[in-house]
């Protein structure tokens, strides 16, 4: 069901991490080799795409996308 998640923006993160103007995809790994990719544009212009803390994990809510794109256990996120 809905509910309010609060967290990180994706977003922010990726414009902390400064990525050379080359990259064009956002990819996000969990621990369990599960990844998802995003484009670049697609996720500094989204701001329902959020990393949470959930127990002592992290969680990659995805709001605006399919279930499949949300991906708990996140342990890496590389910009290509």
Do not use: C, H
């Not at 969990?30 to 989204?46: E, M, N, P, Q, R």
């Amino acid at each position: 069901p809905p509910q309010q998640y609060t967290g990180v923006p994706l977003s922010a993160i990726v414009n902390a991490a400064l990525p050379l103007e080359t990259a064009t995809t956002v990819t996000v790994a969990a621990s369990d080799g599960y990844t998802v990719k995003f484009d670049l544009g697609d996720v500094l212009a989204d701001d329902q795409m959020l990393l949470i803390q959930e127990q002592d994990q992290l969680r990659l809510i995805a709001g605006s996308y399919d279930g499949g794109y949300w991906v708990r256990m996140v342990n890496k996120i590389m910009l290509e």
